[in-house]
């Protein structure tokens, strides 16, 4: 059980918009920023999104990231067939003095 | 340009220690974090812990209090992570990540290491 709650499947038809939504509480989520990251299968995985909100240099503005609270989306548009892959968030814990992660997305590209 | 390069590959039996490196180039080796994180098969991200480079200080996930180990050689900016006591459980990839803070994003990871523990 994660401490972050992500669906553990989400799925679009190439060119559609797809959310994954990150659930916390107000000793991670709700009091630190929170990160992204893709995981394509059989590779290392890869920071997307940081800070809530900020692109890497070289991620596509296709990929967006928001926080509410003690929520978080990462957003994204103009889906392609790469960006099949599982999609993980991250934060800080202030209660565990410790990372916790969701316990990841997994993206199909119908 | 920014790397950490991990060690081969591992096969344990139960009860024994594995120690992981985690050789870092491309940038000040002191000046970042580096996070240990597993990956059991077929699972997701699991943090372990993180050590600071430039002063050797770790924080471990409660989980593993105890039978993790994580130190640094500065003279090769090489990280080491050692778990002891292994069992089946542990089979995992064990990523190194390197992060400017304690809290900040993991920009940057090794390519993984996978560790099986089996009799």
């Known amino acids: 059980q994660s401490v972050l709650t992500q669906p553990p499947s989400a799925s679009g038809t190439p060119g559609q918009r797809v959310t994954i939504s990150c659930s916390g509480s107000s000793s991670n989520i709700g009091s630190n920023y929170v990160h992204w990251y893709q995981q394509l299968p059989g590779t290392a995985p890869k920071l997307l999104i940081s800070?809530?909100?900020r692109r890497p240099s070289g991620v596509p503005d296709r990929f967006s990231g928001s926080k509410s609270g003690t929520s978080a989306s990462l957003a994204i548009s103009g889906l392609r067939s790469e960006d099949e892959a599982d999609y993980y968030c991250a934060t800080w814990d202030d209660s565990l003095s410790g990372w916790v992660f969701g316990g990841g997305t997994k993206l199909t590209v119908l | 340009q920014v790397q950490l390069v991990q060690s081969g590959t591992e096969v344990k039996k139960p009860g024994a220690s594995v120690k992981v490196s985690c050789k870092a180039s491309g940038y000040t080796f002191t000046s970042y974090y580096i996070h240990w994180v597993r990956q059991a098969p077929g699972q997701g991200l699991e943090w372990m812990g993180i050590i600071n480079p430039s002063g050797g200080s770790t924080t471990y996930a409660q989980k593993f209090q105890g039978r993790v180990t994580m130190t640094r050689d500065t003279s090769t900016s090489t990280v080491y992570m050692e778990l002891s006591s292994l069992r089946s459980e542990d089979t995992a990839v064990f990523y190194c990540?390197?992060?400017?803070?304690?809290?900040?994003?993991?920009?940057?990871w090794g390519q993984g290491t996978l560790v099986t523990v089996s009799s």
């Open positions: 990540a390197r992060a400017v803070e304690m809290a900040a994003a993991h920009d940057f």
């Open positions: 800070r809530n909100n």
